[in-house]
Structure formats: C-alpha cells, structure tokens
C-alpha cells in the first residue's frame, strides 16, 4: 500500500494550497480599494508629426484594448525619454492639439570660436518638467540657467523639475563643430487628464495608473504626456 506522508508534511501542504487559494482570491478581488496598476501614456513628436500611446505593460487589460490592438509592436520612445534603453507598447493614436513649447533667440554672436547664445524657452502649458537636450555640438563649454552655472559638455542634457512658470532664461557658449546645432525640448505634463475625451471607453475601478513609486529607477512614467519639439540653433 502507499506509503502516507508524516502528519507535518501533509499539513504543510494544506497551508500551501490553502495560501495560494486566497491569493487566487486576492488578485481576482481586485477593486477601488485594491486596484490594478496599469501603465499608460501619450508622446506627440511635433517633429514628425505623429502621436503615439505608450505602455510598459506585458499583460494588458480589456480597456488598454481601446488604445492598443493586439499586433501593437514594443518599440523604442528615445524620441520622447532619450536616454531610455527598453522597449514598450507604441501604438498610433490621434493628435491632439496641444500648444508647442517657444523658442525666442535673445543673443547669438561668435568671439574667438565660440559662439554665445541666450535663449529663452517658454511653455505656455506650463508643463512642471522640462527636458533640454542639446545635439550636433561639439561642446557647451559654459550655460547659466536663470542665472545659475549650469551643466556643461559634450552630452549637454538639462532636466528642469517643478518647472511650473512661462520660461527659461539660458545662457551657451557652443564649441561649434560644423553643422548647425539642435535644441530638443520635451514637455512632460504628470497627468493625462488633458486627453479624458480621447477614451471611448472610461478606466473602470478596478485599474488606476501605475505610480512613480513602481521601478522608480526607469524614466519612463505612467499617466503622463510627453511633448517633443526641436529646434536649430
């Protein structure tokens, strides 16, 4: 006849199948008070005029279907989150109208090879972070933001955080390095409320947006809106 396990080993394997029963009932309980963290947002590139929706999820919930169909590819959004190595869901969605970043060149003069520049950047949005990236210059020997020494190099990269206000006062000095430089501005807005007409169909209670608490060592952010824009210099 078999033989049966010791009395210890058979109630440890009572409390293991009793556990994963109430987890079972756990996740499927999920609810206003426990939702799903679901991840969700918007990049529109004014470069190429397109329009993206963006997840880092792998499982998708029925209502993310209104936003990606079942071939969307992951892809990569370094034109949104530049320094972003992974992939994510990237599907096409509809342009929204949203004012554009401006670009007003103060001062531009060249002294002994360098070239001086002052600019001002406003967001009319007042979007509370801002990304400021420089390409196709050999060196930013100096900048002076708002008055403040600011970063300097050859990956000249700024990210201005609780920005809130109309504009940025910058100031360059650009080792040129032969072609004409570029000035990338990306607005990040930290909700999509902006887009709460795009939903044909509305977030149910039991899902609410992943916060930033969650891998909080990736750049890219859940219910967010990231606005690209450049512009030569």
């Given at each position: 006849?078999?033989?049966?396990?010791?009395?210890?080993?058979?109630?440890?394997?009572?409390?293991?199948?009793?556990?994963?029963?109430?987890?079972?009932?756990?996740?499927?309980?999920?609810?206003?008070?426990?939702?799903?963290?679901?991840?969700?947002?918007?990049?529109?590139?004014?470069?190429?005029?397109?329009?993206?929706?963006?997840?880092?999820?792998?499982?998708?919930?029925?209502?993310?279907?209104?936003?990606?169909?079942?071939?969307?590819?992951?892809?990569?959004?370094?034109?949104?989150?530049?320094?972003?190595?992974?992939?994510?869901?990237?599907?096409?969605?509809?342009?929204?109208?949203?004012?554009?970043?401006?670009?007003?060149?103060?001062?531009?003069?060249?002294?002994?090879?360098?070239?001086?520049?002052?600019?001002?950047?406003?967001?009319?949005?007042?979007?509370?972070?801002?990304?400021?990236?420089?390409?196709?210059?050999?060196?930013?020997?100096?900048?002076?933001?708002?008055?403040?020494?600011?970063?300097?190099?050859?990956?000249?990269?700024?990210?201005?955080?609780?920005?809130?206000?109309?504009?940025?006062?910058?100031?360059?000095?650009?080792?040129?390095?032969?072609?004409?430089?570029?000035?990338?501005?990306?607005?990040?807005?930290?909700?999509?409320?902006?887009?709460?007409?795009?939903?044909e169909v509305p977030m149910p209670?039991?899902?609410?947006?992943?916060?930033?608490?969650?891998?909080?060592?990736?750049t890219f952010r859940s219910n967010?809106?990231?606005?690209?824009?450049?512009?030569?210099?």
């Amino acid at each position: 006849s078999p033989t049966r396990a010791p009395r210890g080993e058979r109630v440890r394997r009572w409390l293991l199948v009793a556990l994963l029963f109430l987890a079972a009932l756990w996740v499927s309980a999920a609810g206003a008070e426990q939702p799903r963290l679901k991840s969700l947002a918007y990049g529109l590139d004014m470069d190429a005029d397109k329009a993206y929706w963006l997840s880092s999820d792998f499982r998708l919930e029925p209502w993310q279907r209104q936003f990606f169909p079942e071939d969307a590819p992951r892809d990569t959004i370094r034109e949104f989150v530049p320094h972003e190595k992974g992939t994510y869901l990237k599907a096409a969605a509809r342009k929204v109208l949203l004012e554009p970043p401006r670009l007003d060149v103060v001062g531009d003069e060249e002294r002994d090879g360098v070239r001086m520049l002052h600019l001002r950047i406003e967001s009319p949005r007042q979007t509370p972070r801002l990304w400021l990236y420089i390409e196709d210059a050999d060196e930013v020997i100096s900048s002076v933001i708002n008055g403040q020494p600011g970063p300097k190099g050859s990956d000249w990269m700024l990210n201005y955080r609780n920005f809130g206000v109309e504009w940025v006062d910058i100031a360059l000095e650009l080792r040129p390095s032969g072609t004409k430089p570029k000035l990338i501005v990306i607005e990040q807005s930290l909700s999509l409320d902006e887009l709460s007409l795009m939903q044909e169909v509305p977030m149910p209670d039991y899902i609410a947006f992943e916060p930033n608490t969650v891998d909080w060592q990736r750049t890219f952010r859940s219910n967010n809106i990231y606005v690209r824009k450049t512009f030569p210099l």
